[in-house]
């Protein structure tokens, strides 16, 4: 299994501001996923950040508002940009580990006011 | 276009009785796993069971066991002796392996487990 440390777990931001949230994987994985979760929803997928290549975005999602970097096998950020309330969630970041076995990071919990 | 339907919001159980949580789920993938996953309120995604599609035995990992039938693309999930532990949300959760690699849940099923 594939142990990922994601980071900040939360954060409470001004409108119009960025965040950068980061995420650790403890082994080389060459799938990694970030996803959102509106509060007592299911998980929506905002892109897949492959290595060596640019992220590739779900229908809604845009590189201006929501860009990836992936800069090697074990780690990659999601910055939300120009933040206002509506993008209050929860981001989660997965990695996709043996077996096609997708494992997670704890989140993290997004207030903007 | 994949999807996954969960059609139960919220069961209920009995500790130490069984419980059976529905997925449906519809792929073009000629090649695809099947999840379920366990989020408790401290929001860690946790993986419960996995199955494969090319496989007709149904997946058991102690407690918990699928039902899997893929011509009616149906993948249940049946927790048995219940425990308190067990309260969460569940997804159910489908992902192919023919190169798109989209994991792709359903809509969650609260589960709770009463003493």
């Known amino acids: 299994s594939a142990v990922i440390s994601q980071k900040p777990s939360r954060d409470i931001c001004q409108r119009g501001t960025s965040l950068t949230i980061q995420c650790q994987v403890d082994?080389?994985?060459?799938?990694m996923f970030w996803y959102r979760q509106q509060p007592g929803q299911s998980l929506t997928l905002i892109a897949t950040a492959n290595q060596g290549s640019e992220a590739t975005y779900e229908s809604g999602f845009v590189i201006d508002k929501f860009p990836i970097s992936r800069p090697n096998l074990t780690f990659s950020t999601l910055t939300v940009s120009n933040m206002s309330p509506e993008d209050s969630s929860i981001y989660l970041c997965?990695?996709?580990?043996?077996?096609?076995?997708?494992?997670f990071g704890s989140g993290t919990q997004l207030s903007v006011l | 276009a994949q999807t996954v339907t969960q059609s139960q919001p919220e069961m209920s159980v009995q500790e130490a009785e069984t419980v059976t949580l529905s997925c449906t789920y519809d792929t073009s993938e000629s090649d695809y796993y099947l999840f379920w996953y366990k989020q408790p309120p401290s929001r860690q995604m946790i993986l419960v069971i996995r199955?494969?599609?090319?496989?007709?035995q149904n997946a058991t990992e102690n407690r918990f066991s699928v039902n899997f039938q893929k011509a009616a693309k149906s993948f249940s999930l049946k927790i048995s002796d219940s425990q308190l532990g067990d309260a969460a949300m569940y997804f159910c959760?489908?992902?192919?392996?023919?190169?798109?690699?989209?994991?792709?849940f359903g809509t969650g099923t609260r589960l709770k487990v009463l003493a």
């Open positions: 199955q494969e599609a090319y496989k007709q």
């Open positions: 997965s990695a996709q580990g043996a077996g096609e076995k997708l494992f």
């Open positions: 082994s080389q994985v060459t799938m």
């Open positions: 959760a489908s992902g192919g392996t023919s190169g798109t690699y989209k994991y792709i």
